[in-house]
């Protein structure tokens, strides 16, 4: 059974950190992309970074370039999202998604970012 599990999210002050994690199974991890996404409440899932199978490649949305960085460690099967200086505006519920031969969605882990 393919799972992508992701763990970390909370509620945490602008200007502070979190780290999440997504925990994948069930099919051949190093063979696929993986992105992370996003979505806030009344908007469209939106794109937040990258990493290619081979980790070698990442990519950032503007709106988080310089403040998040994806990493992922092929050994352990798992994609990481460290997120620094947060604004409320990163608000939204975070999914990961395992792009290559199939497409794999987890069911995604709050972050709330408020005073």
């Known amino acids: 059974e393919v799972q992508l599990v992701e763990s970390g999210g909370g509620l945490v002050q602008p200007g502070g950190s979190l780290r999440l994690s997504c925990a994948a199974s069930?099919?051949?991890?190093?063979?696929?992309?993986m992105r992370w996404y996003r979505q806030a409440p009344g908007k469209e899932r939106e794109l937040v970074a990258v990493?290619?199978?081979?980790?070698?490649?990442?990519h950032y949305a503007d709106s988080v370039k310089g403040r998040f960085t994806i990493s992922r460690d092929n050994n352990k099967n798992t994609v990481d999202l460290q997120m620094n200086s947060l604004k409320p505006e990163d608000t939204a519920v975070y999914y990961c998604n395992a792009w290559g031969p199939s497409d794999y969605w987890g069911r995604g882990t709050q972050v709330t970012v408020s005073s």
């Open positions: 069930g099919f051949t991890f190093s063979n696929y992309h």
């Open positions: 990493i290619s199978s081979s980790a070698d490649n990442t």
